[in-house]
């Protein structure tokens, strides 16, 4: 194999419908942010061991006393309409997060445009998370964009500064990319366009992968992978788990008449399941497990974190001591997909065997959504989806503090989570930092038990032979690298 080859298509297929691309205060799912890669780009980067470092910035500067991180801009760039990128852009980007009330965004007080290429972002309070907010969340569109097309307009339409320019968009079918002949990285991007494919299903994407139709599928399911692994399809995992969605259950424990408002309760169901059964038979390997927030990888990973290991005689045990004896029945709510369904189905077996007899039930994707959403509610358990994140401060409020987004609303809040949690923050120093958040993981999992953490997913996702340089898994989840892309 000889160097990079310009030209050819890349044709990705994903298992989502689009709710959003292009207007950034709204973007959600990781699909979204997978897919706006090849149009939008942010001021700084992951590299490999989770550091981020300057991309559409030359550099950022903090001052941690005046609550201050001023960044310096790459000269030259120009958005996809001829726009061009400078300090204004960006102000521009951020004043929308504001108005928008991202919580990643809460503590921006103010953006100042010191000059054309030098811009200073205001914190309320010092927030030691705010530059892996920006580098994640403030995807820079621009505004005269915005501004000519509206919310409604750019959001199947992105306009960026990234190496593909938007070409069309066929609604739940196929989103086309051009390549963007004027794009700043020079001699980049290799390829002529990118397309996304639209599934219904995990399933339907592996036939048409199988047909030779797409090029590749990414975040496929861990039986998906393993089988087109055993045909000759190249698996690409996440090892770091940076980014990486991470699976668990939460039960309703907010609720003063549940059962699960007892700690012993919650300990008991974690007691009570086989993790490691569930990897192997489930994910195919595909999975890090876990006993906390993050992989061990993860710098915010605490080893002494003990966790609830499977013991079921400690579950009864502890049931029984919780005024439980002879168990209790409850419900457990799954989504209405097939891996749902059967990870529910084990859980059940679980839960049976100590003695919590626990009914199925099902519900469609978006009942899912809004009974986890803030300010939605729930009775029983429910699966808990999260980010296999580092820093705790920036994603773990979003659970498990009073003005949380998701899950929130149905949970306990023990005020020593969000005191620690707002002490990560305004630390000035990554070993405070790192003493506090293990200290956190501590209180969460083990004197909390808020929810039943068992694995992160290393984000399998397949190409056929041929395709380089793609940048998948190599980071973070949801970041690749479109422009160094190239085919054979």
Known sequence: MSGPKSGGTLKLGVATRLVNIGYVPKTRSTFEVFIANAALETLGRYTESGEIVPFLAEKWETDTDKNTITYTLKKGIKFHDGTDFNAEAVKFNADLMIEAKRAEFADLDSVDVLDDYTVRFNLKKWNSAFVE?????????SPTA???MGADGITFHPVG??????DSYETDVVMKFKKNENYWQQGLPYLDGVEFHFYADQTSAMFSLEAGEIDGIWSTTARNAFDLSNKGFEVLTLKSGLGALARGIIADHGDPNSPFQDVRVRKALGHAIDVDAIIDSMMYG??????????????????????????????KQLLAEAGYPNGFKTKLISNNNNEDQTFFTIIQGYLKAVGIEADIEVVEEAKWREITQVPGEWDGIIGYNFRGDADLSLYMPRNFTPGGVLYANNLQHPPIIEQLLNEAKVAKTQEEKTRILHQIQLEVWDNHAMAVPMYVSTNPSVLREGIHDTGINVTYMTVWTPETTWME
């Open 161 to 166: 500064t990234g190496p593909f320019v938007f």
């Open 146 to 148: 915005y501004q000519q």
């Open 133 to 141: 907010s920006v580098a994640n969340f403030l995807w820079i569109m």
């Open 286 to 315: 595909y999975a890090i497990k876990t006993n906390q927030w993050g992989a061990p990888t993860a710098w915010s990973y605490n080893p002494n974190v003990q966790g609830t290991p499977y013991d079921p005689e400690k579950a």
